[in-house]
């Protein structure tokens, strides 16, 4: 299973930004889906999550802002980023468990900033 993201970059402060994360490979089933992130010297932490159903989860920090929807027939995720703010920088990892491991993307760079 292989993991491909894309979106990311620089942003200003309230601006937007959308990652999507698309799995590929020989996959026989995908169950949730998620975007973690790790933001220089802090541990990596679950922003969002996604089951195969459609139920999502967010970290307090990201509720109201940010978006997780999953594309079952493109085995794909998007998180919108809204009202982005400083804190939100960081390096933002997908992750999916799929045929009963966990598989992870490359991780792309957020930096919100001025």
């Known amino acids: 299973v292989h993991l491909e993201q894309s979106g990311g970059g620089q942003v200003q402060p309230g601006g937007s930004l959308r990652l999507s994360c698309a799995a590929s490979?020989?996959?026989?089933?995908?169950?949730?889906m998620a975007w973690h992130r790790q933001a220089p010297g802090k541990q990596r932490e679950l922003v969002a999550s996604i089951t195969s159903g459609g139920n999502t989860n967010y970290a307090d920090s990201v509720k109201g802002r940010f978006t997780l929807s999953r594309d079952n027939a493109k085995n794909t995720v998007y998180l919108q980023m809204s009202s982005l703010k400083p804190e939100d920088t960081a390096v933002y990892y997908c992750?999916?468990?799929?045929?009963?491991?966990?598989?992870w993307g490359q991780g792309t760079q957020v930096t919100v900033s001025s």
């Open positions: 490979g020989s996959i026989f089933r995908i169950g949730a």
């Open positions: 992750y999916a468990y799929a045929d009963f491991s966990a598989h």
